[in-house]
């Protein structure tokens, strides 16, 4: 399975950004797929995430009301549309897929870098 990011860029505060992450390879028992983020000198962290049986969202608490996750149409990828961007938000943005019966995510995109600027 093959994760593919795009989307990334610099924009200012307050900005919007989509971030897209399409899946490739055999991705029949895919369980669902999420964003992570790593900014500079910290650890990696859970951004949002959906079910692809039910479409139930997750979201870390600083998104909320400003993220939004979803599942793009007839494919196998996702979505996920930032809006009223923060500096804080400045990240590396990782994609990731997790497959029925695993408990951790198992595949990784190579990451889009998000830049917000004050």
């Known amino acids: 399975v093959q994760l593919q990011a795009s989307g990334g860029g610099l924009v200012q505060a307050g900005d919007s950004l989509r971030l897209s992450c399409a899946a490739s390879?055999?991705?029949?028992?895919?369980?669902?797929m999420g964003w992570f983020r790593q900014a500079p000198g910290k650890e990696r962290e859970f951004v949002a995430s959906?079910?692809?049986?039910?479409?139930?969202?997750s979201l870390e608490d600083s998104v909320k009301g400003r993220f939004i996750i979803s599942r793009d149409n007839g494919k196998v990828a996702v979505i996920l549309q930032m809006n009223s961007l923060k500096p804080e938000d400045t990240a590396v943005y990782y994609c990731?897929?997790?497959?029925?019966?695993?408990?951790?995510?198992?595949?990784w995109g190579q990451g889009t870098l998000v830049t917000v600027s004050s």
């Open positions: 959906i079910r692809f049986h039910d479409y139930l969202t």
């Open positions: 990731a897929a997790r497959f029925r019966g695993q408990g951790t995510w198992s595949y």
């Open positions: 390879g055999p991705t029949r028992n895919l369980y669902g």
